[in-house]
């Protein structure tokens, strides 16, 4: 298969395959390659993740079966309005792992906020299970249910900042959705600027761009390495506090810091 062949050999962080938005009849036939891509992505070294399909569809239940083992990372689920939808693919994935024996909360949930419901209830969601391990905020579609002119970054700030700072308050990750490649600078742009993690791309053109502008400098890394080893000082010598360059090496800042180098160690 030739896209699979693509996949093993771009240099994404991780894949996320993609088997929502097909019509009922044909949702069988589409779960079977994806399902058989998983192993060989997860054994070339890639966390891989499937975008099923909504509860609303009636066919989540069926896409977690057919994609469920021990070498899926986790799924990812769009339009995500409450903890309620949480809980709900939660319990099927138990389910799951059950059947196939695998330990439970080995499969994690990326959640998309995408609609005003989910993006009011954003720290609700993002807090809501702790198999939730990183949140995309899906601002093209965003945009198309608030009626916001697609070049309209800045109608999107609000949004943005609501889903970074619930993400960042409940210690996951935050990603920004896909773009199209007219609007991919201005998103990177806007997205960088909230404090996203990182970017999906729609397409091998786009991962070098993203992986390049996402990616922590040196400055950065070694930043993020002085403040772990400051706040672990401190807490041998059971001190008040350390700090690094004038910025308090507190808890909040060593979750941040763990985080950049964990993200830098899975890149390599």
């Not at 896909?178 to 201005?186: C, I, M, Q, V, Y």
């Not at 998103?187 to 091998?204: D, E, H, P, R, V």
């Not at 786009?206 to 000082?233: C, D, G, L, T, W």
Request: hydrophobic share 40%.
């Amino acid at each position: 298969m030739k896209s699979l062949d693509n996949l093993l050999s771009s240099k994404a962080d991780a894949v996320m395959l993609d088997i929502s938005n097909v019509p009922t009849d044909k949702a069988a036939s589409a779960r079977s390659p994806v399902a058989a891509a998983i192993e060989p992505l997860a054994r070339k070294g890639k966390e891989v993740f499937v975008h099923i399909n909504p509860i609303s569809t009636g066919m989540s239940r069926d896409d977690i079966d057919a994609v469920t083992s021990t070498h899926l990372s986790g799924i990812s689920v769009g339009h995500v309005e409450s903890s309620h939808d949480v809980f709900d693919y939660g319990s099927v994935i138990k389910e799951m792992e059950e059947k196939r024996r695998i330990p439970t909360g080995h499969i994690k949930v990326i959640p998309w906020l995408e609609t005003a419901r989910g993006v009011v209830r954003a720290f609700e969601i993002c807090g809501s299970s702790p198999r939730i391990t990183a949140v995309v905020f899906g601002s093209e579609t965003y945009a198309r249910t608030m009626s916001i002119p697609d070049s309209s970054e800045h109608a999107l700030a609000f949004a943005r900042s609501s889903v970074v700072v619930a993400a960042n308050a409940s210690d996951i990750v935050c990603f920004d959705g896909p773009s199209t490649d007219a609007n991919l600078g201005n998103s990177i742009s806007a997205a960088k600027q909230m404090g996203f993690s990182g970017k999906l791309a729609t397409s091998y053109s786009q991962i070098e761009r993203i992986n390049k502008s996402f990616s922590p400098s040196e400055v950065e890394i070694n930043r993020a390495r002085q403040i772990i080893k400051a706040y672990e000082e401190a807490e041998r010598k059971d001190t008040a506090g350390a700090y690094v360059g004038g910025e308090l090496a507190d808890i909040s800042a060593v979750r941040r810091a763990r985080r950049l180098i964990a993200m830098v160690e899975r890149s390599k």
